[in-house]
């Protein structure tokens, strides 16, 4: 009853369907909301991002890359201007760069992040995503999750079944 069927079936005026194929897009939407509100916190985000650890690779990862800008790319551009660029003065012109990586990733961290939060609703991109994930997907990602869970669920609700059924039975004899 959850998944299928998949499309709305009837006869007559009658009409099923699965309750998640029937509501995916409302549900897609809830959880779309909840997830911005509740789930992702662009503040976490930020300050996990703007974390020295994070900083520090960050930083690690330009002085690889401006070494080997000095050291192979330069100098095969500009091989004239290179001779003049002992290992002292690129150690020093390196120095020079990655003191200013240092003070600005910070900064420039902060702001491509603004950008992110006023041109990247995480609430519509959640919300696109499980509107377009198939149910039958959406089916097996919940089996394989909570396969015992719903074996339980069916035995209470047979037994339940089952109980009410004895009582409806025995009212129905005793009442005659």
Known sequence: MLFKPTEAKGFGFLRWQGILPKRQDVLAEKIGVMFAE???L???LKRRIKHPDNINR???FVEEKIDYYLRIDFPARYPFAS???GQQRRDKIKYDLLEQVQIQAPIIVDQVLEQLDEHIKMEDLVTDRVTVL???????ILNTTLRKDMIIVGF???FCGFFIGCIQTTLI???R
């Open 38 to 40: 509740e789930l992702f």
């Open 156 to 158: 209470v609700a047979a």
């Open 83 to 85: 001779m003049f660029f």
């Open 134 to 140: 198939s149910t039958d997907k959406l089916e097996q």
């Open 58 to 60: 960050f930083t690690e």
């Open 173 to 175: 004899l005793v009442l």
């Open 42 to 44: 662009s503040g976490d």
